[in-house]
């Protein structure tokens, strides 16, 4: 990607890049200097057309009467919240509506969704992550996965079992204080952020790097007792602290969300983990592979981190059932490397 200049807006730099004559960056933009093929930029469109609708939902919150359960589960048992429902349509009909992407899956959908023959691009998604925070106000987020059609049949789950190293696309929309846009189309990771105005996703960060080394760790510690050794010894040393091997001491922050825990450590460097555990056998891990763990991946790895399952890169695992779980473990470097070294 070639960029003039590193673009960050905030009140003392806008007055400067105000001064310097730069204009203000757009997600069209940044399709545009770093060439991406047009039916991709529709496609990438689409997934932010559906996103601005769940982001004025998601505002209008209990005003809007789509707070609480739909009262259904989802293929994993778990029970839906009315904004999952609502968000998933709201995605679908719009991928539907667009002529290049040839189906889609998505956490909320049993099976894939054929939307058009001639469609290039097959959509992933989860179309609200961490959505048990929707009724306590706190930072949700669409993570979607493009991969290429490759003349496949949309409604045929063997189409979509690519690894994540076939993603042409893929990113996040976080609902939080500001709604934001993390992307990356394979050329470095940028980041958006929507003028609540005009809508428009505007360039505020581009060519996102993570810290390679952290004092920071997330992990849900109430499952502790139920990690293998390896997992367990490496936390029992980050609590140590500058007492223990690991020399320095950390801390710990848990959102509940995957997606807002991705979003800190690009902002400011961690290591996230939801490593297997043997509260059920039948689960290698919470997180999905195809809708979670690649996107999040090509994300962290195109910022200079590193994603794994504990014993290969999460993006060259090859997916036998689209929603397949993964053991996760990501973030900064060097604490990834530390982190594997007890696997
Ligand atoms: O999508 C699954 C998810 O909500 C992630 O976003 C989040 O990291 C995780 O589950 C939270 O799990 P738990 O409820 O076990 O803390
Ligand atoms: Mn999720």
Known sequence: MVYLTRVVYNARHLTLFKLAGLSM??????????????????????????????????????????????????????????????????????????????????????????????????????????????DINVTVGTIFSILPSNGGDGSDEKTYLQSGRNQLAAGYVLYGPSTLLVMTTGQGVDIFTMDPTTKEFVLTDCQSKITPSTQEFAINMSNQRFWAKPMQNYVADLLQGEEGKLGKRYNMRWIAAMVAEVHRIISRGGIFMYPWDNRDPSKPGKLRLMYEGNPMSMLVEQAG??????????????????HQ??????????????ALSYQ
Not at 305 to 322: R, W
Request: hydrophobic share 40%; with cysteine.
């Open 25 to 134: 960056q757009t997600v069209q933009h940044i399709f545009e200097q770093n060439k991406t093929p047009k039916p991709l930029v529709a496609a990438i469109n689409a997934v932010l057309d559906a996103s601005k609708e769940i982001a004025f939902l998601l505002q209008k919150g209990a005003m809007g009467g789509v707070l609480g359960c739909a009262d259904q589960e989802n293929v994993q048992g778990e029970t839906q919240k009315k904004l999952d429902v609502i968000s998933n349509d709201l995605l679908k009909d719009t991928l539907k509506a667009c002529p290049e992407v040839a189906g889609i899956a998505s956490e909320e959908e049993d099976f894939p969704v054929p939307a058009n023959k001639d469609g290039e691009f097959l959509v992933i998604f989860d179309p609200l992550d961490g959505s048990s925070n929707i």
């Open 305 to 322: 981190g590193l994603s794994s399952n504990g014993d290969i890169a999460i993006m060259d695992i090859q997916p036998e059932k689209i």
């Open 325 to 338: 779980r993964v053991p996760v473990i990501l973030g900064s470097k060097e604490e990834v490397e530390t």
